[in-house]
């Protein structure tokens, strides 16, 4: 016997199953309790539960999922439509578990605090790709009953109305011998309450005394209260509403019932309300029964409908579920830097829907730094001023659907809007450094060749604004050297160089030959002059001679004029200037200065370098991915910018975005990069940019786009099936991760031991988890193992743990007879016979069938014959078929047989001579014999039927007579009849009768009939009510009726009051008088309607009068809001 105990734990009622092992092979049959064999997908269900008003009550199933190729999906429904999922809350919930080792999923539903409404039927279903199981269980409420003390005296003190004897102990019982029990018979629970309420009441006694029961005034007492009230059965319909619907918004719902009146009229209302034919609702009449549709359903639609026939009404509601909200633009990753303005921003699939913000598992609210804004189906999550502590992953959640997006905050960039530019002062004369950031805040230091300088009358330092600016007066030739300015807190610094001018004056003749002075310790004759492009360059040269020599710039053969241009040559006192703004890659090239006079000419020659940032790199592609990594290769830019490129900054973004997230912020030498945090199943594009010593190039062509996908992990469980000489059969189970990227099947390769050349089984993956491997060397010793594959690749191997030598093993024939073909087969004649007997053995057995020890003959009977079953197959039977079937199976010298019984039948023949044995008033005596053909089975039964000579109607007077003869009584007296019997077997009745060969003749009799008085009965009455008027409670705004019944003649003039006022001609009530039936209907009642109703009737000969309360509750959900805003 299974028993289901409830354990109680803190108001809560668990239930457990106990665990029973039966074998696996073993069919379902049932067990006592009324329980079946757990079968199908459930290893563990739910079951019917017994719970105590405001307690609470949790059901278990488990699912073996070691055999499903996806994970299982648990719906738990009320009723036969509801789905308990649409109302997971504090009322409802819902709990699942998963353990890995036994591969069993665990769901719970737990209904806290029961109420009346909690009780009816539920089901649960779980589903899993093609397979599917359900299962029902009952849930039945009680009212809180006081607790009792816990004296065993009480149990045997007498109840009841007993006056002054009431509470004395029964001392007869506690005196009573009792049997005593050994302790090694089990002790068993028997549920006394459940015979006696199905027991009849002249057993009370007896049942009381078997159990030890004394107190019989209390037994009868809580027997009254167990017992429930029956319906009413309904005069108007045979099939009513079903208590509740629930359908998708959207979707239509049909609501049916069948009346006993196919022409009764029928009104459909909803909240009270008639509801009037219109696309949106459809009356539909088929016979006796009526649909209600209701097209296109959506909120206002949820709502509570009655059918009403005549004074009869059913009642339902329909459920409206809203679709899952899900999420249809995901978030995107978003980088900035300090200080900047954050916004994450989804799109959902339904206005006005509910989304939770998380970041590190915590919910996100409206506060001084978190804003969370809705426009229609956009949701936004705004951080004002982001910093590094809000780094980190952001998830949104819906009810359908979730999204993550990355925030990265970078320190902020200083611009430099000024950069330090290189001076060449003469002694005495004002330095000035002077340079512009970005940041009015931003404070720093100046450096002379990387010593600190420290202010003095000479040398002054000024912060205004974002202008810092260095003052050195009176230059002297220790002031000549590098000098940097460094801001505080940034990696950046900007360098100039201090030329000291040593102006020498030197005696000589008159005529002086030019000279140029220029620096020129670069190597050999050559100095070289690098230049930023896009910078300005101004070369300052100093030129003597006497008289003035004539200057002249040249760039190979061209003469540089000085006009105004781009590049240009500007001349003053013993001073030559060479300028070109904006410098470009074309100013690149060879230079030279001639100065000329009288007395001679000089010259020089110099080499301007123009250094750029580097060319976008080439060719950004994706070369691998992983379950959120890919490698992203690129090839170098073809022009590095004059400068040597020292590495690499990559960016990314989700297609179809416009937001790129950087990746690092040190420079990245090598141009092979993993990218990593990405999102299985999204689809990213990468771009790269290069760095060299002056900057970072333009950013490189987008790369494809590329989805991160892994490969499953390994199949689980390989095994072998079957082995023979050139095959082997393996099995195994899906991989425990698949992945966004799914799965196109399984590769099979084999080896020979010690070996490692792996030779595939199959060119094409295969779907299934099975696959024999074929064309395998006889008596080798081979590996195999199993890989997945889908877009991403080949999956781990699943290997197995040792060798396995292809040969066949002798197995011995066996018969695995069916269980129904372990009796006789019963076939009609014309029917089919199919019977399938399967069979083991190895190599394959030779099969033979025999009928009654001789060969079968193959000409009205088919037998087809596999490696693993036989069937026998008639197309249509004969009587000739019938016999004994002999199966053999050999293998050389073992063998096995089996035996099966066939039995064609046919409907039996007439049963003959028919005889009136004997007539005796108003009787007749029949006898017959049986049939000669009995159908090729057992006589089961005969039908008798009698027919007047004067009508010859045949009227059946006996059906299923197993004796051959019967008396027919009760025949109409002066009439002669003549009687036929049908014979009966499994098959029906024969289709050819006995017929008596004589009659039964009634003869008539002396017979006088003296009818009394006819003496007329007076029916007046006074009024008497039949049924009382019951205390009702109803909700605010339902409508509702309160019904009685009353006797009287001559008919009663009907009074109905309300707190003993007469309520008339009230238009919100209704007044109904049906054969004696009252009814007073309250349309949409509030709660001032609540109070004392009475129906008083009046007639000539008295009155009678009843009365009873009606409450008036307020809905129960505005009662709950107001008590949380409390």
Partial sequence: MLETPLSWTHGTVVLHKAKTELPAAAPAETLPGGQSELSGLFVEKPENATVIKGKSVTFVAKVDSSELLRKPTMKWLKGKWLDLGSKAGKHVQFKETYDRNSKIYTYEMSIIKVVEADAGGYRCEVTSKDKCDSCTFEVTVEAVQEDKPDNILEAFKRSGDAGEDAGDLDFSALLKKREKKTRDEPK??????????????????????????????????????????????????????????????????????????????????????????????????????????????????????????GEEKCFTEVFVKEPPVTITKLLDDVHVVVGEKVEFEC?????????????????????????????????????????????????????????????EVEAKELEVLQSIADLSVKAAEQAVFKCEVSDEKVVGKWFKDGVEVQPSKRIKMSHIGRIHKLTIDDVNPHDDGNYTFVPEGYALSLSAKLNFIEVKIDYVPRQDPPKIHLDTSGTGNKNTIIVVAGNKLRLDVEVTGEPAPTVCWMRGDNVISEAEGRVRVETRNLLSSFVIEGAERGDEGPYSIIVTNPAGEDKAELIIKIVDVPEPPENVRCTGVGEDTATILWDPPKFDGGSAVKGYLMERKKTGSTRWTKLNFDVFESTTYEAKKMIEGVLYEMRVFAVNGIGISQPSVTSKPFMPIAPTSEPIHLTVEDVTDTTCALKWLPPERVGAGGMDGYIVEWCKEGEDNWVAANEEPVERNLYRVKGLPTGEKLIFRVVSVNIAGRSPPCILNQPITIREIMEHPKIRMPRQLRTKVLRKVGEKVNLVIPFQGKPRPVVNWFKDGQPLEIKSVSVRTTDFDSILFIRSAERDHSGTYTLSVQIENMQDKADIQIQVVDKPGPPVNVMVTDVWGFNAALEWKPPKDTGNTDITGYTIQKADKKTQEWFTVFEHNRRPNCTVSDLVMGNEYSFRVFSENICGLSEEVGISKNTAVIGKSDLQYDRPAFKEKDMSSSPKFTAPLVDKSVIAGYSTAISCAVRAYPKPKIVWMKNKMVIGEDPKFLMQNNQGVLTLNIRRPSQFDGGKYSCKAINDLGEDEVECRLEVRALQEKKEGYEEKK
């Fill in 188 to 309: 068993v629970d028997v549920d006394v309450w459940e015979i006696l309420k199905n027991a009849k009441p002249c057993d009370y006694e007896k049942i009381a005394f078997d159990y030890g029961i004394t107190d019989l005034r209390g037994l009868l007492k809580r027997l009254k209260k167990m017992k429930k009230v029956e319906p009413k059965k309904s005069d108007a319909f045979l099939m009513k509403l079903e208590d509740c619907y629930s359908v998708d918004k959207g979707k239509k719902v049909q609501m049916h019932v069948e009346l006993h009146d196919p022409n009764a009229q029928v009104k459909w209302l909803k909240n009270g309300v008639e509801i009037k034919p219109s696309a949106k609702y459809l009356f539909e009449c088929m016979g006796s029964k009526r649909t209600l549709t209701i097209n296109k359903c959506n909120l206002s639609d949820d709502a509570a409908y009655e059918c009403v026939v």
């Fill in 347 to 407: 799109e959902v699939s339904e206005e006005g829907a509910n989304v939770k913000w998380m970041k590190d598992g915590v919910e996100l609210t409206k506060d001084g730094k978190h804003r969370i804004k809705k426009d229609g189906r956009k949701h936004t999550l705004i951080i004002n001023e982001a910093d590094i502590e809000d780094i980190g992953m952001y998830y949104v959640y819906t009810n359908g659907g979730e999204s993550k997006g990355e925030l």
